[in-house]
């Protein structure tokens, strides 16, 4: 089987109007359908991923036909952790509160002692 190139859907939307009499006066009834390859971008484990949380709420509202809500969810930082061990927390405290200041000190009097000589 060979690989497939070029960009792949993982997601398509789509809508199509319904079989049956619409009403004259109102908009045409549609049927909208929103079908996502994998399952997994609504885990636990995934939905804080790459955006998926708003993707799937943003596809919730376009299914019920709330187009002016989608896209305009609050935009704030995210949360972000940092995954370091304790040698990392140490190595980290070594060099900015004992070995930077020092090495600021160091240059300002070398700097000192040079426009001193001058």
């Not at 909208?32 to 995934?46: E, F, K, M, Y």
């Not at 709420?57 to 376009?62: G, H, K, Q």
């Not at 304790?86 to 190595?91: E, K």
């Amino acid at each position: 089987m060979a690989e497939t190139t070029g960009p792949l859907p993982v997601a398509v939307a789509a809508r199509a109007p319904r079989p049956g009499e619409p009403d004259p006066t109102a908009s045409p009834p549609e049927a909208r359908w929103v079908v996502i390859g994998d399952s997994q971008i609504a885990r636990n484990v995934g939905i804080g991923a790459y955006f998926n949380r708003e993707f799937l709420l943003n596809a919730v509202e376009w299914l019920v036909g709330n187009e002016p809500l989608v896209g305009k969810g609050p935009r704030g930082l995210r949360p972000s952790r940092l995954d370091m061990t304790r040698a990392d927390y140490r190595n980290l405290f070594r060099f900015s509160v004992l070995l930077l200041p020092e090495i600021l000190v160091i240059l300002g009097l070398g700097v000192w002692w040079w426009r001193r000589s001058l």
